[in-house]
């Protein structure tokens, strides 16, 4: 950092994405959660009609995809917030619900950016650790005073939990804000959107970068109260009103209107993820239960950043993450089903080669 | 404002951009300072030919788009960073550079935005208002404490400043940093890229909103010292690593392709810009000289408020702006020559029911 850099800043650390190599062409790339999949060709018909004239700013409300994403869910236009990525929905949360006096709550073994979130807005944080089985309590979280993080299915250990719980947790006091982080939940999790109408304190972050293949588009939302959208769109309109273009706004709507494919899409992920955990605990792996798009694995006949380095080594990428808690462990991104053979093929090969 | 807003954003008063009505087939619009012309084909023909596969995550580092803005300005690629709108890189360096202990200096009539991005990021403010005739003089900054933001050409006045005052300001206090909001630089004003390589403290802001016709595609970027450019690296990848889509990417490197194109564009713009004026002087009308897509008009046989409204009525859409300074005055878009015209002859004839 250099002289001119705020000091408020001075403790920052940055997100770190998941490696994008120059020479991508070379890896079965199972490291950053995307769809192996192009997104539908409805989006690509839908833009190639609808788009907005560029020369043009594109709709700072978003009226159209918002009203498109309201009535995916069966909710008012006024309940959700379509962002620049889901991240930036998340940013907005932690901007507008947490501060010094409200912490940000959240896992020990979760998104790595929640952390970075409640640095750069500097507000107090809580954290609380996943159980010894890396499942998460709700009881852990009751009683405590803050805006509540869950990731659900949480990543990167790709458990879930039900929305009874969270329902649970939202009941239990209607003076806080619990967020849900639903990346992932199109992979076998249960969403808590239905419970926006019914309480006023949830937010339900949701994105099209997984389950709909639209990563390189950008494109998340918030589903919530009237109450919790109006606060976001202040710090929206505060920070970057024309935060969608009219391309990713139009392809939305496309991809919206093609339910079909995204279940079918999601429908093979999972029998890839099947397959994938079949084979894995034929060679022993422990892999946790998972509702997501990826798997989060660990075997004893070999430490988890020498699996990450021999994977790659042999042009399979995946994630390892630098945490003593987690170091043991990798986690997989579910893609095709003959990325995965290859990935199971050259884990037997590590194997091999160290017996 | 909810119960569970951060009362750190107790006094945050978001921008109202212009209105962009949804019957707006009405208006001849030139309120948001648009290009009236497409983008260059070949930003279509590039992105057909170069877009990421969507599925994937647009690259975070932005690395071809960069290297392509480097290019076209002569500088090292880590002298620039690309961002979500050049309202992104705005924020960015209002996060980055100014607190409480280092105050954002900028002038009472300039982009409204400033001050919201002040109250957002906590920043202490010194207003330095212009001279008496709207015109800046860099004296006025000289010699005081904190980070200056100067919109060059200005908005919405539309004047400019020489980059040899840009230069004294900047030469005067090497430990401030000077923003300088460039977007409207290519129809007539002078660019201060020329002082990044010679200068560690200023950082230059362009958009392609605006000469290239890309409102719609959402697309800025900062040129600045490596040194500036690290820091506002350190907020990017705290804020939103995946700031840009890759179909946005692609594309802009589509119309850096293109400068002929661009070059043709501005100077039809100034043309139309030079008929306007004469017609509004003929009509007895005050016009700041503007070296800007817009101009700043006043006259003494109507009020502003009532200007905009009468022009509005008749299907012209200008932009007025309710603070006392400049409450006499429009910001009038040049869009085509048929626009212009159309805005002529309306204009004549709310003057002529006036008398």
Redesign the interface.
Known sequence: ?????????AA??????GE?P?DMDRYV?LN?N??????SQK?LDYAANN???????????S?DLTCAIAKTYGVDKDMVLAT??S??IL?FAF?????Q??PALFADITYGFYP??A??NNSAVEIVPLREDFSLNVDDYIGKKGTVFIANPNAPTGTAIPVSEIERLVASDP???VVVDEAYVDFGGESSVSLVKKYE?VLVCQTF?KSR??????LGYGIGSK??I??L????????????????SA?GIGILSDPDYTKANCKTIMENRAFTVAGLKKMGFKVLPSSANFIFVSSDRIEGGAYYRSLKEKGVLVRHFDKARISNWCRVSIGTRESMQKYLDVTEQILKERT
């Open positions: 950092m250099s002289r001119f850099f705020s000091s408020k800043y920052l650390e940055p997100y770190t994405p994008q120059m790339k950053t995307e769809s192996p999949f192009p997104p989006a788009t907005r004239t560029l020369n043009l700013y594109s709709d700072p409300n009226y620049n990525g991240d930036e940013n901007m507008a619900f947490t501060d006096k409200t970075v979130y640095q750069l003076n806080r804000v304190n970068s293949s639209f990563a390189g588009g950008r109450t919790l109006s606060d769109n202040t710090v929206k309109y505060s920070t970057n009103p024309y935060n969608i273009n009219s391309m990713t392809m």
